[in-house]
Structures are given as C-alpha cells and as structure tokens.
C-alpha cells in the first residue's frame, strides 16, 4: 500500500512538472510538521527519506518506460476507436513496470478511457494459478509431514543428542524405501531410515543438515541428509555401501567432525555478520533469510541500497575484530520475554515455543537460534566477504566465507595475482603500478590509432571521389574502403557527404571473414524516391547478408567478403531502380 502511494505521488510530481528527486523534501516537511506527535517519524527521519528515496528512484527508471507502453495502448486505442484499456494490458503494465491498477485507471481516465478491471483481475488470477501450480511440491511434502506424523505415534520420537555428542548408539525404528515401509535395506539402495536416538542435525533455520557413518557388524551405511519433517522426529536419508540394514538393528552413528565444524564456523559467523550490519548500517538490518553450508553463507537483509565498498570493508573488519578477540560462546535456555529484555536478536516470521535457545557471543551478539555453533569466536579463523548483491525491493544478499573456506578464496586471489603479474613481468607488490603504466601506453596507442586512422580515411576519400558517376543527374557513389568497425565506415561517409553535397553513398569494408556496409542519401534526394534501408537491404543479399535503416542511413552486414567488389557495382543499378522522374 505504502509502495501504492509513493509511486502514485512521483507520478503527480511528474505531472506538476518536477524533475529528478523531489518526494524526500515533501518527507521532510511532513516530518518536521508531525515528528512533535510522532516522535519515531524524527527517531527514525534518515532511515525514512533512505527508504523514500529508494523506491523514487526504482519506479522512476520504469515510470518513463511503463509511461510510453500505456501511450502507445492509449493511441491504438484512439485510432481504432476503442475506450477501454485491455485487462491484459493493464496486468502487463502491473507485472513489468510496476504500474498499480489505480495508477493505470487515473491516467487513462486522463485521456477520456476506461481500464478492463475483470480482464486485470482475469490476469492477475491466471498469474494466482500458476503460483499454485508451483506449490503443489509443498502440498505433497506437506502431506508427506502428516505421514510422518502418524508415524511419530506408532514409532516414538528421536531424542536428538547432537548439540552434546557427534557419535551415538541408536536402534533402527523403521526403514522407508520411495515411502513405503521396508523391513531391510540391501548394499547399494538409498533409504531412509528413523532412529530412537542420533547425534545427527537435520537442516533447519537455513543450515544444511549433517552427514554421517551408520556402522553395525557387516553394515555401513552414508548419511546424505537429515530432515525433520514433524517435530522430534529425525528422517536420515542414505545408501547402503555394505552390508544390509535391518529394522531393530543397534548401530553407531558418526557426524562427519570436519563438516559439522566447517558448519558450524559459517552459522557463527551469520551472528556476528548481522550484528556488524547493523552498527554499520542501522537498526532497521533485519535477518530475511540464511543458507549456511560447510563451503560458505548467505545472508539475506533489509536494507534499501547496495552497500558501498567502505560499508563492506567496515562490516567485514567488525566481524574480523570480533573473531580476532576470541569471545565465549554460550549457549542457554531462556523464557522468550526474557531473550527480548536482553535485546535478542530473532527472525520476525518465526514461531517460538515458551522456551527458546539463546546464543550468546561475549558482549558483542545475542540471538535466538537452534543451530550449531563454535565454543569460541576464534575458531571462524577468518572472515571473508565474496559478494553483495540485490534479491528484491529492499533486501540484500551478502554471500562470505570463513576458515579453510576464506584461506582457499585468499590463495585463488594470490595465485592470479601471481599470473597477472607474471604476465605484465613484474613482482606481485608492483603489478598494480604496471598494468596502470600498461593502461596508459595502450590509451597513447590508441589516441595514435585514432589519428592515424582519420588521415587514412581523409586518404581513402579522395581516392573514393574518382567513383562517383551520375545516375539520371544525381551523384551516386559505391566503393569499397578499410575501415576497422562500423563506426569508422559511417565516420568515411559522413566526410563524402560533406565533399559531395548531393548525392548516394554506398561503402562497403571486408573485416576479417565479414563484411560491413553503409549507405547513406543526402536529406534533399528523399523525396526522389531513393532509400538508403532498402537501398542496403539489397546489396547485402549480394554479399550473403541484410540489414536495414533509416531512409537517409542505413548498415548491414554481410558473410562473404569475395563478392563485395559486385555488391558495391550493384548499387549504381539499385539507385537507378528507385530514382522517380
């Protein structure tokens, strides 16, 4: 609603003939008149006009582009003499340039039209729909869940041992095969399998889950996966390398130690991410989603613009100092009222029960959170940002990685700088200073490049001069020239057109295996009938190419270069073909 509004009244701004940013002065004004009343409004001015500034300057790159669409309805609509807007139409305009339907009704009532409303809703129904159809996985999982809860009943609940232990002995309760009950698993099938007790974590709270060695005498058995799909109730998922898995087998079960640290490391760090975001950025960061794997994290926030490579480089030295002082790391059970008079940190959307798990990090992060952590800060070893980029209006992504993890993106940065610097055949410390020196000499070269290339192209248009022939009294002028690009060619044309006053040109440059083109006729011979788009339409088919333009210029490429000197001779017949008397 509020977005609603906000693109409505850049919308009238536009229409009282302001330009550029003008909504935060409006912001200001509001505030300074009702921040006495309201005191958040004056709390929390800069993070508002940041906000308003935001989303002015996102709906103000499409509110041009969107503006011309609905013109362009509007004028069709006038010519064949209809008066209501298409619902499709409008629910274009909705889904790509982010035009609410109000909008689009207010500016087409402007030009004496209505707006199909049933065929948005039409639209927007059918858009509804396929949103449903992409949920219908969710549905079969959440009918799996209800599965897995009935079996909860029959079987027991798994007591989870992994906060503590990374090994355990456990019962097998039941084994599943493509959800169906098995009584045993042979070497070579992947099942899942439901323990009375284990030590392994299923993925939950954006971490993955653990994996893991199920051993008994003559069984092994590789854990991939872990979920939990009802409460208290763990689901392994896993294959069968040796051996054959029985229901009321007694196994052990290993956690893979590296994994669960590498995991653990990147869970830790996301705290210690979010709490650096927030005294670099401001209270208004919140979490809005996480991935921690053993490789990396992400991290997901609110915030309404990319960070600038000072902001970066802050957040990741906060996080740095903090894995550098080496703080404690506790882990208790609180009342949920009590987490939040100690300033806790919590995921706003999530359910929590009357007890909750607290992890607290020295004086520097609290946060409610059910994930594994470190003993200690330090334990991270290094934190190291790898990315920061946009997932949607007001949220940000930061992608980063720590211990083994940020040493491996460190000796991949060395290892390039180590081939840039063999390449430009200087130490690593000066690389920089010489590729800048390199930069420099090539920009020279390129300026040399340029200005010898323009007293060849004043060369080349004498020569070309000797070619012009009459055509029913116009000059008409075809030859081929060298000239690196595009660019170049229209440059050598524009400087004929100047030498000859009135006429047709036609240039054509082999370049490589390709062939480009140019032709141009002088604005006072349009009304004779010449064209130079569909001038050039037919030469190029010469040369096994097409093109097209505007009627004074065009260009086109072509794919044999061999057949460029016809082409070219072909232009005096064509020219002559769409002279008028």
Known sequence: MIRRLLRRAVRFGRLLGMQGLFLNQVASAVIRQMGAAYQELTEKQEHVLKVIQAEEERFGETLAQGTEMLNQIIAGLKKSGGSVVPGADAFKLYDTYGFPLELTQEMAAEQGLAVDSGGFGAAMDEQRQRARNARQ??????????????????????????????????????????DERVKSAAAGQTVEFILNVTPCYAESGGQVSDHARVTADGLEVEVIEVSK????????????????????????????????????????????????????????VHQAGSLV?????????????????????????????????????????????????MGAAALFDE?????????????????????????????????????????????????????EGALRFIEAWEEQLAEIARLVKAPPHEATRRVE?????????????????????????????????????????????????????RGMVDLLKDKIGTGVIVLGSPVGDKVNLVAAVTKDLLGRGLHAGKLIKEIASAVGGGGGGRPEMAQAGGKDPSRLGDALEKTYKVAESQIKD
């Open 229 to 284: 799909p009802v409460e208290n109730l763990f689901v392994h998922r896993g294959k069968v390398v040796s051996g054959a898995m029985k229901e009321r087998d007694q196994v052990l079960v290993q956690v893979d130690r590296s994994r669960r640290a590498a995991v653990s490391r990147n869970h830790s760090a996301t705290h210690l991410l979010q709490k650096a975001l927030k005294t670099v950025l401001g209270g208004h």
């Open 293 to 341: 794997e053993p490789d990396r994290l992400r991290f997901d926030f609110t915030h309404y613009a990319a960070l600038s490579p000072d902001e970066l480089k802050q957040v990741e030295k906060i996080v740095n100092n903090a894995v550098l002082a080496n703080l404690p790391v506790e882990i208790f059970e609180t009342s949920v009222s009590e987490a939040r008079a």
């Open 137 to 178: 996985e969710t549905e079969y999982i959440s009918e799996r869940d209800a599965f897995f809860k009935d079996l909860r009943g029959q079987l027991g609940e798994t007591v989870f041992v992994g906060y503590d232990l990374l090994e355990a002995r456990a019962e097998v309760l039941g084994i599943f095969k493509e």
């Open 437 to 489: 020196g390199l930069l420099q000499n090539v920009r020279e070269l390129e300026a040399e490049c340029d200005v010898l290339q323009a007293r060849l192209a004043r060369y080349q248009v004498q020569d070309l001069l000797d070619r012009v022939k009459e055509v029913k009294g116009i000059k008409v002028l075809a030859g081929q020239a060298a000239a690196p690009d595009m660019d170049s060619l």
């Open 351 to 403: 359910k929590y029960g009357e007890r909750v798990r607290a992890v607290k990090m020295g004086d520097f992060s609290l946060e409610l959170c059910g994930g594994t952590h470190l003993r200690s800060t330090a334990e991270a070893g290094l934190f190291k940002l790898v990315g920061e980029s946009s997932v949607g209006a007001g949220l940000r992504r930061i992608e980063a990685v720590t211990g």
